[in-house]
């Protein structure tokens, strides 16, 4: 078990910003990563985090959006600049592992563990 607790959400204007973390117990050789579900749509990727430091990121946050670990690596972040009404979703932590240095991917369907969420909302 990986517990996963985020925070960190809340509600913005369109173009405003948000840091989500996530503190993730125990284990130091699993991969992060943050997803999002909007009501009625599938849940996606937004950003991963190799254990090499390795980003990937969906193509609707490229530039906007920044994940990163803390010094210890079990406190993961999200910095959301420019949010966008299509930003709205629960936000999600998520970890998988063990897993390779280099290996970082958005499939939600390969992540283990998963935090309760916390919900993003961005008006316009």
């Excluded at 985020?6 to 992060?32: F, H």
């Excluded at 990727?45 to 190799?50: E, H, Q, R």
């Amino acid at each position: 078990q990986v517990p996963l607790v985020e925070s960190g959400g809340g509600s913005v204007q369109s173009g405003g910003s948000l840091r989500l973390s996530c503190t993730a117990s125990g284990q130091n050789d699993y991969c992060l990563g943050w997803f999002r579900q909007a009501p009625g749509k599938e849940r996606e990727g937004v950003a991963a985090i190799s254990r090499g430091g390795t980003t990937v990121y969906a193509d609707s946050v490229k530039g906007r959006f920044t994940i990163s670990q803390g010094y210890a690596k079990n406190t993961l972040y999200l910095q959301m600049n420019s949010l966008k009404p299509e930003d709205t979703a629960m936000y999600y932590c998520a970890a998988r592992g063990p897993c390779s240095y280099y290996s970082v991917t958005l499939r939600p369907d390969v992540y283990d563990y998963w935090g309760q969420g916390t919900q993003v909302t961005v008006s316009s």
